[in-house]
């Protein structure tokens, strides 16, 4: 069973248009994440949900819009796409109870904006 | 800014051989950090964590030892094998419980001879 599963795996599109990404976890967990990792392989935290609550809003575009529908599905939803947008997307799902944060990842959208 | 840092981007070493990873932080306020291991097309997998109350941690043929004096955090993997081939990301933990996001350094590709 896939812990964190993502869809789609790969996204191809034009600049302007507007795409969606799923994330879902069946771990229980009650904290989401989406992180960027550009060519470069440097991992960033985009956003959190906490209890399908916005906790982290990074310095990201206003462009960029997460939605959680449940504590087990966490969507980002990007408008009106540019190039610098190309990067791999990951979802990633980790429980607040205690004082680890284990975060599970998911296996990523690679996003190409042409 | 504080940030997560390694010192060698790429590693190279025989099977057989042991491992070791290095990175720094510099933000004293972090109390947990991870190492993950990213095989090409994957999202990071959990390795190892330590909390900052211990100095080192064992699993199965990986250690992290933890320096809080000078901020460094080092894995280190033994008998390596070819499929411990992947880029290593050190993280830190930063913020309360349940909005926990971690800040993750740069990277550091190993790659096992055979």
């Known amino acids: 069973d896939t812990a964190v599963s993502q869809t789609p795996k790969y996204l191809v599109t034009q600049m302007g248009n507007d795409k969606s990404i799923k994330c879902e976890q069946n771990l229980g967990h009650d904290t989401m994440y989406w992180y960027k990792q550009d060519s470069k392989k440097f991992l960033k935290i985009m956003f959190s949900y906490n209890n399908k609550e916005l906790i982290i809003n990074e310095t990201v575009p206003n462009r960029f819009s997460p939605k959680s529908p449940d504590k087990a599905h966490l969507n980002l939803h990007i408008n009106s796409l540019e190039l610098g947008d190309s990067a791999v997307y990951f979802c990633?799902?980790?429980?607040?109870?205690?004082?680890?944060?284990?975060?599970?990842f998911g296996p990523g959208t690679r996003l190409t904006v042409l | 800014g504080e940030s997560v840092g390694l010192h060698l981007p790429t590693l190279s070493v025989q099977e057989g051989d042991n491992s070791i990873i290095n990175c720094a932080y510099s933000n004293s306020a972090s109390d947990y950090f991870i190492w993950y291991k990213q095989e090409s097309g994957k999202g990071p997998q959990f390795i190892i964590d330590?909390?900052?109350?211990?100095d080192k941690r064992q699993g199965q043929r990986v250690t992290v030892l933890l320096n809080k004096t000078v901020k460094h955090l080092s894995l280190q993997i033994a008998a390596t094998q070819p499929g411990d081939s992947a880029v290593y990301f050190c993280?830190?933990?930063?913020?309360?419980?349940?909005?926990?996001?971690?800040?993750f350094g740069s990277g550091t590709r190993l790659q096992v001879q055979p």
């Open positions: 993280a830190e933990n930063i913020g309360s419980t349940g909005r926990r996001a971690l800040t």
């Open positions: 330590i909390r900052s109350n211990m």
């Open positions: 990633a799902s980790s429980s607040s109870a205690g004082t680890r944060s284990e975060q599970f």
